[in-house]
């Protein structure tokens, strides 16, 4: 099948749709969507939109009316359900460990259905527990009730990874844990993609997660017709319409602010001055802005040189005069 690449293969959409029957209305309209090769494309809309209706079409778990699939240039609705979702890593939001097996095992499910010998799959296991950063000494013969919620949804995600699959399906699956085991999981999720280059499609409500993770996202409206289908920055620098725009909120300069790094903001003098506060290269605008605001400084010492607050203005597009509405922002 398509996984002979562990690596991100394209996934094409074609026309999809789906009634569901007794419904007035296509849950998902003619959808057409390419997703490249190895990258994290975000579905974002309101609730009820069709993010999940077109999510399960991909894996079969809901059946297309019409359209056609293709990952890897292969036909997916021609291709067996079962052994299909074999190929295709899956984590959702209710993680759905089973309780009577142990992490090792749950996690071992997919490799254990492949035929991979006990050893591999030991192996596998204590390797996929590292990447999502849990001991496995210290987790493996626990069970799932043993764990924390954000243990658990880690133990989801390398549960999906567990085959290697050149795709992973990802419906909300940091959703159930607080903002601050989300955001840990979050900056985790980032880093792993980074290494793993898998081709990933992730539903999302919160348009923060979607900026955070995404190489591109979707912002779907009803019946899944896709509003904008860009780059964080792009969708946030020109929303395509209004519906965008409202989806995006208020502060869209805030969230650019968080989206850009310092590095990409030229230096605009030259050496540092002694004094300035520092921010790394990495800094986003956002952590440049609140150390400026802590040190009571309109500029601050960059590796490059010095960042200063018309620059940082400048580089989100908001004239420096409407500093008040930056700085006294809810951030
Ligand atoms: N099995 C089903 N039978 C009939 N209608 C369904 C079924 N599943 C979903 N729907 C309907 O299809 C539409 C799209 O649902 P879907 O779950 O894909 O939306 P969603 O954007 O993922 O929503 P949410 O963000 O609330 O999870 C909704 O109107 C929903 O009521």
Redesign the pocket.
């Known amino acids: 099948m398509f996984d002979r690449d562990t690596e991100g293969v394209r996934i094409e959409l074609r026309s999809l749709t789906?009634h569901?029957?007794?419904?007035p209305a296509p849950?998902?309209d003619n959808v057409t969507l390419d997703i490249p090769a190895g990258e994290l494309v975000v579905f974002v809309?309101?609730?009820?939109?069709?993010?999940?209706?077109?999510?399960?079409m991909i894996n079969r778990l809901?059946e297309p009316t019409s359209g056609e699939i293709r990952i890897g240039g292969q036909d997916v609705l021609s291709l067996d359900p079962d052994q299909l979702r074999r190929h295709i890593g899956y984590a959702i939001q209710q993680v759905g460990l089973f309780p009577h097996q142990t992490i090792a095992q749950n996690i071992g499910l997919v490799p254990n259905l492949l035929g991979w010998t006990a050893d591999r799959i030991s192996a596998r296991v204590d390797e996929l527990l590292s990447l999502v950063n849990l001991e496995p000494s210290a987790f493996r013969d626990r069970y799932p009730r043993q764990l924390s919620g954000g243990q658990q949804q880690r133990v989801g995600v390398a549960r999906a990874l567990a085959a290697d699959p050149p795709v992973m399906l990802m419906?909300?699956p940091f959703g159930a844990t607080d903002p601050i085991t989300r955001e840990h999981l979050q900056n985790e999720f980032v880093k792993l993609q980074k290494q793993l280059r898998k081709t990933i499609i992730f539903?999302t409500?919160d348009f923060e997660e979607a900026i955070k993770l995404g190489d591109r996202i979707a912002v779907?409206r009803e019946g899944?017709h896709i509003a904008q289908y860009d780059t964080p920055a792009a969708i946030l620098a020109d929303p395509a319409d209004d519906y965008v725009a409202n989806f995006i909120g208020q502060d869209a300069t805030l969230k650019r602010l968080a989206l850009m790094r310092v590095s990409e903001v030229p230096a605009t003098e030259s050496p540092a001055g002694p004094g300035l506060p520092q921010v790394s290269a990495d800094a986003s605008l956002r952590e440049a802005l609140d150390t400026m605001i802590a040190h009571g400084a309109d500029r601050c010492s960059t590796p490059a040189g010095v960042l200063t607050y018309a620059a940082l203005c400048e580089a989100v597009g908001t004239r420096s005069g409407e500093q008040e509405d930056v700085v006294s922002s809810d951030r």
């Open positions: 789906k569901y029957p007794g419904q849950a998902v809309g309101p609730s009820g939109c069709g993010k999940t209706t077109t999510m399960k809901v419906d909300e539903v409500h779907l899944s």
